[in-house]
């Protein structure tokens, strides 16, 4: 079964910085590109960032560039995402998900549950 | 960046009855390989998206077959057959063609 838990959320003030975790399990994870998609309450769906299978290549959201950077440790099957200047715009519940392909281009086959970022002095 | 437009924001349904959802793409979400970029999500109250239809018409393994995706190009639909009660939420539909991948607004599907 196929399961992507993310961790790291919580309450930071503003110009602060935190790192998310996405731990996965029931693929290889070192087959497939990741992404990490946000969600601002009682909002749509925004995407952040993508990362490829070996991590070699990255992609962000303008919103986003220059302050957050995606990773992954394949050997612990887990994305990151590091998140740097923290403003309020960026609270919002954060998800990962999975494309089915080593590339970034298709379809999110499956999602994690989400963890919550609050930005707020 | 591709912008998704879909209409209508919310769609009161009947069970039992048809429903449809419109998306369109301010470019071409048509590839080379001959597949279309888009794809559709549900999210139900409380959870996290879960994935409809992919390349414009393919279900998703488990997702019932009332559900159904057309379209090329620029201009894509969602239809659902025969409404159930269990199909309420925000339907929404994503181009992952290119970076950055985006989003339409949401469709807002709830009974009558």
């Known amino acids: 079964e196929v399961q992507l838990l993310e961790s790291g959320g919580g309450f930071v003030q503003p110009g602060g910085s935190l790192r998310l975790s996405c731990e996965v399990s029931?693929?290889?994870?070192?087959?497939?590109?990741m992404n990490w998609v946000r969600q601002p309450p009682g909002k749509g769906l925004e995407w952040v960032s993508s990362?490829?299978?070996?991590?070699?290549?990255?992609f962000y959201a303008d919103s986003v560039k220059g302050r957050f950077t995606i990773s992954r440790d394949n050997s612990k099957n887990t994305l990151f995402l590091q998140m740097n200047s923290l403003r309020a715009e960026d609270t919002a519940l954060y998800y990962c998900?999975?494309?089915?392909?080593?590339?970034?281009?298709?379809?999110?086959?499956?999602w994690g549950q989400g963890t919550l970022l609050t930005v707020s002095s | 960046d591709i912008v998704m437009a879909q209409s209508p924001i919310s769609l009161p349904v009947t069970p039992g009855e048809p429903a449809s959802i419109s998306c369109r793409s301010s470019q071409s979400l048509l590839h080379r390989d001959g597949y279309n970029y888009v794809n559709w999500y549900l999210q139900k109250a409380g959870q996290s998206p879960h994935l409809l239809i992919y390349?414009?018409?393919r279900r998703a393994s488990g997702v019932p077959d009332r559900f159904s995706g057309s379209g090329s190009g620029t201009d894509f639909t969602l239809k659902i057959s025969r409404v159930e009660a269990e199909d309420v939420g925000v339907y929404y539909c994503m181009q992952a063609l290119q970076t950055p991948h985006t989003f339409g607004q949401g469709t807002k599907v709830e009974i009558k």
């Open positions: 998900a999975k494309l089915p392909v080593s590339f970034v281009r298709g379809w999110y086959d499956f």
């Open positions: 390349l414009a018409s």
């Open positions: 029931g693929f290889t994870f070192s087959e497939y590109a």
């Open positions: 990362i490829s299978d070996s991590g070699d290549t990255t």
